[in-house]
């Protein structure tokens, strides 16, 4: 399988603290994202790097990321209560969404 | 806006059934593409198309059959339905433009 892991698989903080959570891949890829997923619910995409950035934000998340390492890391500042879903990394090695590599998930807790 | 349809939201079928799970996109969208979701698993790619006549296998495919005869259109043929399909399902389409995908809200599927 060339699913990429994520760690750590649970995460439990409370609200206003930072959430850091951790995705590594397998193979030299185009794109990394993070996408959100709600109990029962679809994904949602939340941001996006490219293989030749290291950092990008976008409001409360910050998504770093290791091509020599093969790692991602994505922050979420000041948690919410609403912020808590499961958090799953993507690659792509073809710049498309046709064919994305998951890896296998984070699940977020905020509690108040 | 509608975005990525999945019909039936649940099922229940027996062991040696087939069935069609459905999805439709209304925005004119060239790739589509089915995923199932199994407990710490994340997600991983069954089949995906890169337009209207053309799909490929991707991950794990076995058991499964696709077709695309319209843009909007993707359906998942289960042929004979085994317990190891128990899943939840989701379908995603993209454009070719970038790599961010659109999932459907799923359909989950339980074979007994």
Redesign the interface.
């Known amino acids: 399988s060339q699913q990429g892991e994520e760690d750590p698989q649970a995460l439990s903080i409370q609200e206003g603290e930072n959430a850091t959570m951790n995705c590594s891949y397998k193979t030299s890829i185009n794109n990394l994202q993070w996408y959100r997923q709600n109990s029962g619910r679809g994904l949602v995409h939340l941001i996006l790097i490219r293989s030749n950035e290291r950092e990008k934000h976008s409001g409360r998340l910050r998504v770093t990321l290791d091509t020599s390492k093969k790692s991602s890391s994505l922050l979420i500042t000041a948690s919410r209560a609403a912020d808590t879903a499961s958090y799953f990394c993507a690659t792509d090695t073809t710049g498309t969404a046709s064919k994305l590599t998951f890896g296998t998930g984070t699940r977020l807790q905020v509690t108040l | 806006n509608a975005g990525?349809t999945q019909t039936p939201k649940f099922q229940v079928l027996k062991t040696g059934q087939s069935m069609t799970l459905q999805c439709a996109q209304d925005m004119n969208h060239e790739?589509m593409?089915w995923?199932r979701q199994d407990p710490?698993?994340?997600?991983?790619?069954i089949h995906?198309?890169?337009g209207a006549g053309i799909t490929d296998q991707?991950?794990v495919p076995n058991g499964y059959n696709v077709s695309r005869s319209t843009t909007e259109d993707f359906p998942l043929r289960l042929l004979s339905a085994a317990p190891s399909q128990t899943s939840v399902y989701?379908c995603?389409s993209?454009p070719?433009t970038?790599?961010?995908?659109?999932?459907?809200?799923?359909t989950r599927l339980t074979v007994v």
Do not use: I, K, N, T
Not at chain 2, 98 to 106: I, L, R, V, Y
């Open positions: 990525v790739y593409s995923y710490g698993m994340g997600l991983r790619l995906y198309s890169v991707g991950e989701f995603a993209s070719h970038g790599p961010e995908a659109f999932f459907g809200q799923g």
